[in-house]
């Protein structure tokens, strides 16, 4: 799961990272209230950030028109007219694709000087089962680039999760990002409370990018988390209560969402053949195989090993629900699993939706015999295949002529 | 010899008063399998279908009954505690079938693991069959929720990521009368206990198995290192293949491992390496076990 970067902050803020003051709003006069309070104090500069899970905001693009997802601002009046233009439009960036993302709520915060942009992440080492911190002096660009041109730019410390993130690895990062004098010990705490934050949160990923050093309201220099990005566990959500509370269904594909409610693993995408399978290391074989042929694959979905009639229903109202699917692919293999339960399922499916789309089912395993039997004496034109190799190459046949 | 177990291994299962660990008890023990205990807290002196005693700990189980092999169907909040259990115990081989296990749970029993005896497969896993010599492999020893009977003993080792994408291989080589030694499905969690690479060694030194199909799917570096050994040691013809090819970056293909990240992690790096390592790539799924007989 991901959240959003008001989210994220009130999270860094609760293990003692330091994020720029400010509150989120959902109103063109709370921005203002938000910022007016932020001048009072003596801030100079406020900055109005759309909320939405998508990287590239301050270069988008309203589809209103407006330019920019991030706006500076130096009077309470113009946080008001920016949050305006912002709040109930839709932003396109280059990550959300053309569809872009609704703006319904606005992070308003203080916007110090920097003097320096830098990055930092937690997340899991693979290789090693540990988890790492990573951090570069290359900070508010894209780190992935910095990783691929000038991968000495990026420093790992492996952590060791019985004890966690020592302090003198929080100083010895910090050092190495060039902080120095007082600004080590305060580089090395916020560092440790990222770590606790990824860690305790069960985060899946934790990035500040950019982490910066700002100039303080007494003139000398301070660090802040300045954006920041989580994602979560999904599986070590149950045990995260207020974190299940920051779930922006808004944010999520709304097919992803109903699958989920039969315990289906759907993901769209963006071709014409459907699949339904069970397991998910097959299903992504079913989509490469579908491509394989010369097809292109509508969607992930994974029914899992126990599939009931109910959920092939279901399986199959979310799979019509995407206008583009031209024709459907299922792969079953059920090797607990009756084959006969499936085919049963696929017929009331195919009768209940009416279906008119090519649907081409390949079965194997447990009762296969009962289970082609079904479907041939259904009436109904269920074309079948012997293999995966023969149902892909059929299916994409028949929507190549539709 | 098979690697990992045999038919006359003795396995115990935890979890085994679950519906999920009952009905697959039921299964292995139907195959043939020497399943020897049952571990509920609380249930212990019960009997499992009047057959299997249950105790209320793995060690006391272990000691009661001689069994060496753990297979672990316990609810995933409480699954890294029930490794645990089994490593303390002294078991050889812990087979963690649980979905759903929180990546720090499993960050922490990996290092609380380390320098222990005992081996873990999974968690998320299919787990592992030794198949028999009777009807449909019936005989064998079943540790998981693999379908028992689309197996058939011989000489080749399978190991993947992934369950039905397993079953899939082991279905085709049966259809072509070629058995399997052994089958193991290491899991599709970002950290399981053991890797493409440590199956892939093992396999190697095992006098009955003459060829290795290796599955591999998006996300994390597993297959590029198993690549990278085999290049330089394997004796033993490997084809494979690496699903995911068409999945989108930054999204989770169903398991929780299958994701491609930051440009890591990807079918095309992974397929790069199966074949400069001399690993027969299948072309698509349904071509696994042909492109390793091809090799033979």
Request: charged content about 20%.
């Amino acid at each position: 799961m991901n959240i959003h970067e008001y989210q994220a902050k009130q999270l860094l803020a609760q293990y003692g990272v330091a994020v720029p003051p400010g509150d989120v709003c959902s109103t063109p006069e709370e921005a203002q209230a938000i910022a007016e309070k932020l001048f009072a104090k003596g801030e100079k500069l406020v900055v109005v950030k759309s909320q939405i899970h998508a990287g590239g905001r301050g270069k988008g693009t309203f589809k209103s028109g407006f330019q920019g997802g991030v706006k500076l601002c130096k009077t309470a009046a113009d946080v008001h007219e920016k949050a305006k233009a912002m709040l109930g439009q839709v932003l396109v960036t280059k990550q959300t694709g053309p569809e872009g993302r609704l703006v319904s709520k606005l992070l308003v915060a203080a916007a110090p000087v920097i003097r320096k942009e830098l990055y930092l992440a937690v997340l899991l080492d693979r290789a090693t089962s540990r988890p790492l911190m990573m951090v570069s002096t290359e900070g508010g660009v894209d780190i992935e680039e910095v990783a691929a041109k000038t991968p000495e730019k990026i420093i790992k410390e492996s952590i060791d999760p019985a004890v966690g993130m020592m302090p003198y690895q929080g100083r010895k990062l910090a050092v190495a990002l060039g902080l120095q004098g007082d600004l080590i010990a305060q580089g090395a705490k916020l560092l440790q409370g990222v770590y606790k934050t990824w860690w305790e949160c069960d985060a899946a990923m934790v990035e500040i990018n950019p982490l910066c050093i700002i100039d303080g309201p007494d003139g000398k220099p301070g660090i802040l988390a300045v954006d920041a990005k989580i994602g979560l566990d999904d599986n070590a959500l149950y045990r995260h209560k207020n974190i299940q509370e920051m779930r922006d269904l808004a944010e999520e594909a709304p097919l992803e969402i109903e699958a989920s409610k039969f315990n289906l693993n759907y993901i769209k995408l963006d071709g014409n053949i459907a699949c339904l399978v069970n397991g998910a290391g097959l299903a992504m074989a079913t989509m490469d195989i579908i491509q394989h042929f010369g097809g292109s694959p509508a969607n992930f979905l994974d029914v899992g090993g126990g599939a009931s009639k109910e959920q092939v229903t279901a399986a199959f109202k979310i799979i019509l629900s995407d206008p583009h699917v031209k024709g459907i692919l299922v792969n079953i293999f059920g090797g607990i699993m009756d084959c006969n339960v499936i085919a049963t399922g696929i017929v009331a499916a195919v009768r209940e939706t009416g279906l008119k789309l090519p649907l081409v089912v390949r079965l194997e395993g447990n009762n296969v015999q009962a289970g082609k039997k079904t479907l041939s004496e259904s009436g109904l034109t269920i074309t079948s295949g012997d293999s995966m190799s023969d149902a892909a190459q059929k299916v994409v046949k028949a929507v190549g002529k539709s | 010899m098979s690697i990992l177990i045999t038919p006359q291994t003795k396995i115990l299962v935890q979890g085994i008063t679950g519906s999920f660990g009952a009905r697959h008890t039921q299964l292995s023990l139907a195959y043939g399998t020497q399943v020897v205990a049952g571990v509920t807290p609380g249930k212990g002196g019960q009997r499992f279908e009047n057959q299997v005693p249950i105790f209320d700990t793995v060690a006391e189980a272990a000691r009661q009954t001689g069994a060496t092999v753990s297979a672990i169907f316990v609810p995933p909040p409480f699954a890294g505690d029930a490794i645990l259990e089994a490593v303390d115990a002294g078991l050889e081989l812990a087979v963690c079938i649980t979905e759903g296990i929180p990546v720090n749970d499993m960050v922490k029993v990996k290092q609380a693991m380390q320098g222990k005896k005992t081996r873990l497969i999974g968690p998320n896993c299919p787990g592992v069959v030794t198949p028999g010599t009777g009807k449909d492999s019936h005989g064998g020893c079943r540790i998981g929720i693999a379908p028992g009977y689309i197996h058939k003993k011989g000489n080749i080792g399978v190991v993947s990521r992934s369950g039905t994408l397993t079953y899939e291989a082991v279905w085709q080589l049966t259809c072509r009368g070629v058995g399997q030694s052994t089958c193991i499905g290491i899991g599709g969690d970002p950290v399981n206990g053991t890797s493409h690479l440590d199956v892939i060694k093992m396999f190697n030194d095992d006098p009955e198995t003459k060829g290795i199909i290796m599955i591999g799917e998006i996300g994390g570096s597993a297959e590029e290192e198993a690549a990278e050994w085999i290049k330089q040691n394997c004796r033993k013809p490997v084809a494979g293949f690496i699903a995911g090819a068409t999945a989108p970056p930054g999204r989770r293909m169903g398991h929780a491992g299958a994701i491609v990240s930051g440009g890591k992690g990807t079918a095309a790096a992974k397929i790069q390496a199966f074949k400069e390592a001399g690993i027969g790539v299948a072309p698509t799924p349904s071509e696994m076990a042909d492109t390793l007989l091809r090799m033979m």
